[in-house]
């Protein structure tokens, strides 16, 4: 059973930072890409990065390029997102997604808010 567990949200103000972590378990970990998505308020999920299995390379999006940093602990079947530099807005909730036979499987998201 895939179980895909969120943490490291909350209140920052705007120009901090914050490290989310998604702890993985019920699959061969190392053997897939992670990802983090978002939704605000009113808006549609949005991915924002991508860590990809064998060559460890990385994708994102435009709006967090040169601010946010995807990595992973295989060891600890964890994928991590440090977030540098918050915006406003930055504020939505933050899932873990990894896609482990054609399936979706998704945590059950946390909330990151950037307000001063």
């Known amino acids: 059973q895939v179980q895909l567990v969120e943490s490291g949200g909350g209140l920052v103000q705007p120009g901090g930072s914050l490290r989310l972590s998604c702890a993985a378990s019920?699959?061969?970990?190392?053997?897939?890409?992670m990802s983090w998505y978002r939704q605000a308020p009113g808006k549609e999920r949005e991915l924002v990065a991508t860590?990809?299995?064998?060559?460890?390379?990385?994708n994102y999006a435009d709006s967090v390029k040169g601010r946010f940093t995807i990595s992973r602990d295989n060891a600890k079947n964890t994928v991590y997102l440090q977030m540098n530099s918050l915006k406003p807005t930055d504020t939505a909730v933050y899932y873990c997604n990894a896609n482990v036979f054609l399936h979706d499987y998704w945590g059950q998201g946390t909330q990151v808010t950037v307000s001063s």
């Open positions: 019920g699959f061969t970990f190392s053997r897939y890409a």
């Open positions: 860590i990809f299995s064998i060559t460890g390379s990385t």
